[in-house]
């Protein structure tokens, strides 16, 4: 149910702007659901930089380290599926509220860890807190905002703040890391979802389908065992390459459970994912293009880190600083894409947005390997608005048009390809850079294929998204 927020601006007071505004108590709500996503966000690079810190003190060998990483993206890319069809039936503020109080006590777990076990169960639970905080916060964002100017108001400051998680965690994770140690990473995690949780229960309406049909358990047991053993097999690859017999075992077990996830839900009465929903060219073809812009960008950011400090020899400090440009950036971006939505809508701001960051890819090529923090500061910064236009614009491509009863099963298709997409772009691209003998050469190749990837993919979206409109 939409909140009465809205407040239309007349012609006398607004000139020629009709666009309704957000009042007060929508801009809390709007701040609440963003603070969570922002969060989570900030979870997947906050740690990134404090790795080795980390390992020395808690007695983590390098191999071991990658599990800092994994422990947490497990379970909140496996169970998100799950936990959207939770929120749908039993309510979707209420397990957002246990999602927030969960992330927050294991923030605190991995704040005082004592031992590599204490650090890992830590990482674990906030996946799992994570899990139901994005698509439950989501869908309560899309439910709460009448589609229109104000859902795409609130989509793209969520959109940002997204973008801005990512890149802001890595320049705040080196300052507080260097300044503070480790574990005040993880603190900070623990008193920004303090915050939430003491804000949220007051401002947050609930909200769940009319319907109560019975979970769907095989679909459920299915597709969490698959999205797990995909997104292990994918993040253990990013370490060890695809060679090894547990990779290729749990790389098979993920495409045959997913497989058969498929089959259950074409016979399920009601079902996990719905099959029709997924014949919409909408939220098909908006979903490839959201995974294509998340895995894509996520390798673009893990090479240049590894070209800035590797073959330019900046700092932490100072690639984290790069980065902190390009965060400006997208929120730039952020504050312009809904103009830009309403002007040319979701599905052209899609296609443009793709190709944008495709192009500003391949001009990161010009980069040398003696110079070029400049031109790559300018390009990958350029290719983030474009990316960010298309984080913004996939996700009201997938959502709009879409009941309120099914926006549980909608989100969680959005953020479950946002976190797949994360995970699996450095392990498929990614290694070509580090495994080559030369690591500019490989950086280049990268950045070669990352390029023409997303390119090919705005092309097929366009041809996707055209096709339905004809």
């Not at 998680?165 to 603190?187: E, I, P």
Request: aromatic share 6%.
């Amino acid at each position: 149910m939409a909140i009465d927020t809205p407040t239309p601006t007349t012609p006398a007071a607004a000139g020629h702007d009709n666009a309704p505004h957000l009042t007060g108590r929508a801009k809390l709500v709007l701040f609440v659901l963003c603070a969570a996503q922002f969060m989570v966000a900030l979870d997947f690079s906050v740690l990134n930089v404090a790795l080795p810190d980390l390992g020395r003190d808690l007695g983590l060998s390098q191999a071991a380290l990658q599990w800092a990483v994994t422990a947490f993206a497990l379970p909140s890319g496996g169970f998100l599926l799950l936990f959207g069809r939770i929120g749908d039936l039993y309510g979707r503020k209420r397990l957002f509220l246990a999602g927030l109080a969960l992330f927050g006590a294991a923030s605190l777990l991995a704040t005082l860890a004592w031992d590599p076990a204490s650090f890992l169960a830590g990482r674990a639970l906030q996946g799992l807190g994570a899990a139901a905080v994005v698509p439950t916060g989501m869908s309560l964002l899309t439910t709460t905002f009448p589609e229109g100017p104000l859902r795409d108001k609130a989509l793209g400051i969520s959109g940002t703040l997204l973008s801005l998680g990512f890149t802001v965690g890595m320049l705040l994770g080196g300052v507080m890391t260097d300044t503070l140690g480790w574990r005040s990473t993880m603190a900070l995690l623990a008193v920004t979802a303090l915050i939430v949780l003491v804000l949220a229960p007051a401002l947050l309406p609930e909200s769940r389908t009319p319907e109560r049909p019975r979970l769907d358990v095989p679909g459920a047991v299915t597709v969490t065992g698959g999205l797990l053993a995909l997104i292990y097999a994918l993040s253990t690859a990013a370490q060890r390459g695809f060679g090894g017999a547990d990779v290729l075992l749990t790389l098979a077990a993920g495409l045959v459970l997913l497989t058969a996830f498929a089959v259950v839900e074409s016979r399920a009465a009601a079902p996990l994912v719905s099959l029709p929903m997924l014949r919409r060219r909408t939220v098909a073809w908006g979903n490839a293009g959201g995974l294509i812009t998340f895995s894509m960008m996520s390798t673009v950011v893990f090479v240049l880190t590894l070209y800035l400090q590797e073959t330019l020899g900046l700092s932490s400090f100072q690639t984290g600083l790069v980065f902190g440009v390009q965060g400006v950036a997208s929120a730039l971006a952020g504050s312009y894409a809904p103009k830009v939505i309403g002007r040319f809508g979701p599905r052209r701001t899609l296609i443009g947005s793709l190709a944008g960051q495709g192009l500003f890819t391949a001009a990161l090529l010009a980069v040398g390997s003696g110079s070029g923090a400049l031109l790559a500061t300018a390009a990958v910064s350029l290719a983030s608005m474009f990316h960010l236009g298309a984080i913004i614009a996939y996700g009201l491509t997938v959502t709009s048009g879409v009941p309120d009863g099914e926006q549980g099963l909608a989100t969680g298709l959005v953020t479950t390809t946002q976190q797949v997409g994360l995970t699996i772009g450095i392990p498929l691209l990614g290694v070509v850079a580090t495994t080559g003998t030369s690591l500019f050469d490989g950086v280049r190749t990268v950045l070669a294929l990352d390029a023409v990837i997303v390119l090919a993919a705005a092309a097929l979206v366009g041809l996707g998204l055209r096709r339905r409109s004809a």
